[in-house]
Structures are given as structure tokens and as C-alpha cells.
Nanobody, 123 residues
Framework: QVQVVESGGGLVQAGGSLRLSCAAS????????MGWYRQAPGKQRELVAT???????NYADSVKGRFTISRDNAKTTVYLQMNSVKPEDTAVYYC?????????????????WGQGTQVTVSS
């Protein structure tokens, strides 16, 4: 029911900027929130930023003031503007979609993930 596709990753120099995009293709789905997570080699996946359907944002302390999450008017695409990137930002970035799927009987909330996009920051 939910397909998640990320794009925009690549190689960037420290101090530079990058913008990631995530598009969610849905049917009978209500999206509660979308966000970005990242996983560096040897580390656990961690939250980067999220945005709810109402526009409420949340950021990891490590990216506050540098990254900005936003969405389109349809609330099916989310962006991560990455400014002043650092080598420690290097990771695979995953888009997360938290959505409610309703049937005639029940409503279920699930998390859906994209395939990930590599961001590499050189020093």
C-alpha cells in the first residue's frame, strides 16, 4: 500500500549542502508523519528529523540549526535540506513513513521505509 523512494544522496564536501527527497506513493493510506533516519557503519539507525501531517518538526540535537525538514502541500513528499554538513553526517539516510491503513474492519498504523540513499561527506 505504501511505496517509499528516496533520492538526492551523494558526495559532498564538508561545509557544503545537499537536499534529500522522499516520495511516498499511497492508496487508502493516511500519513501521520514522515521523517529521516540515518545509519553509519557500525552504528545503530538514529533519528535525524521528522515532520507530522500537521507540520510539527523534531530534530536530533546533532543536526539542529543545520538541517531542515519540510514537506509538500500534498504531504506525500518530504525533503531534508542539509547545510553545513560534517564528515560525521556520513551515513545511509532512510526515509520513514508512518501511515494508517484503514479497512472496513480495522485501522493499522505502520512504519514504511525506503531503500536508503548514501550521503558521504568528505573533509
Amino acid at each position: 500500500q505504501v511505496q517509499v523512494v528516496e533520492s538526492g544522496g551523494g558526495l559532498v564536501q564538508a561545509g557544503g549542502s545537499l537536499r534529500l527527497s522522499c516520495a511516498a506513493s499511497t492508496g487508502l493510506v493516511s500519513i501521520y508523519a514522515m521523517g529521516w533516519y540515518r545509519q553509519a557503519p557500525g552504528k545503530q539507525r538514529e533519528l535525524v528529523a521528522t515532520i507530522t501531517s500537521g507540520g510539527l518538526t523534531n530534530y536530533a540535537d546533532s543536526v539542529k540549526g543545520r538541517f531542515t525538514i519540510s514537506r509538500d502541500n500534498a504531504k506525500t513528499t518530504v525533503y531534508l535540506q542539509m547545510n553545513s554538513v560534517k564528515p560525521e553526517d556520513t551515513a545511509v539516510y532512510y526515509c520513514n513513513v508512518r501511515a494508517s491503513i484503514s479497512t472496513a474492519i480495522v485501522t493499522r498504523v505502520n512504519d514504511y521505509w525506503g531503500q536508503g540513499t548514501q550521503v558521504t561527506v568528505s573533509s
